[in-house]
T-cell receptor, first 110, second 115 residues
């Protein structure tokens, strides 16, 4: 089993602040995905990163895949209350099954 | 936008009973997955399925679990004799083809409660 550790586990910030969530592993992944999960719903894909060192931007969200493809980060600029949720990273394994991280629960206070 | 649908949304079952969780993957997808999420814990891989057979399964997916694609649209997860520790959210996911750029699309899950 490949382990993905996310930090921080919980994050509470004021609207307008910036934040970074980290996803770390000792394993190499062919790709890494970030999902957001709302209560009572399934994970919803935000982005897939494939190449080591790759950076992808999705509006105020910036995703980076580490050079060695073992870690990733999610940076949110000027957080808004609508960004509140559970953020999950997931690395793709052998049959492209996903190994999920432990999750970061973000709360943005208006 | 097409989506993965799961039924029922909530299933309550007595310990020892059989339960079948149902999923309708996105129609042109070829790869299917089941995951589970115990309350307060991370999402865990159970099994992947392609071309009418299991591609890979985790150590969680023991002899009590089975999957089936009985027709062209449904993908089911059966637990033969449920245990209390089977209580969890079960998510189905599908993927169009086997490429790292192709994401898995998740359903909203079935909450299984074992009494």
């Amino acid at each position: 089993t490949q382990l993905l550790e996310q930090s921080p586990q919980f994050l509470s910030i004021q609207e307008g602040e910036n934040l970074t969530v980290y996803c770390n592993s000792s394993s190499v992944f062919s790709s890494l995905q970030w999902y957001r999960q709302e209560p009572g719903e399934g994970p919803v894909l935000l982005v897939t990163v494939v190449t080591g060192g790759e950076v992808k931007k999705l509006k105020r969200l910036t995703f980076q895949f580490g050079d060695a493809r073992k870690d990733s980060s999610l940076h949110i600029t000027a957080a808004q209350p609508g960004d509140t949720g559970l953020y999950l990273c997931a690395g793709a394994g052998g049959a492209n099954n996903l190994f999920f991280g432990t999750g970061t629960r973000l709360t943005v206070i208006p | 936008e097409p989506e993965v649908t799961q039924t029922p949304s909530h299933q309550v079952t007595q310990m020892g009973q059989e339960v079948i969780l149902r999923c309708v993957p996105i129609s042109n997808h070829l790869y299917f997955y089941w995951y589970r999420q115990i309350l307060g814990q991370k999402v865990e891989f159970l099994v992947s399925f392609y071309n009418n057979e299991i591609s890979e399964k985790s150590e969680i997916f023991d002899d009590q679990f089975s999957v089936e694609r009985p027709d062209g649209s449904n993908f089911t997860l059966k637990i033969r004799s449920t245990k209390l520790e089977d209580s969890a959210m079960y998510f189905c996911a599908s993927r169009v083809r086997d490429h790292e750029n192709q994401p898995q699309h998740f359903g909203d899950g079935t909450r299984l409660s074992i009494l």
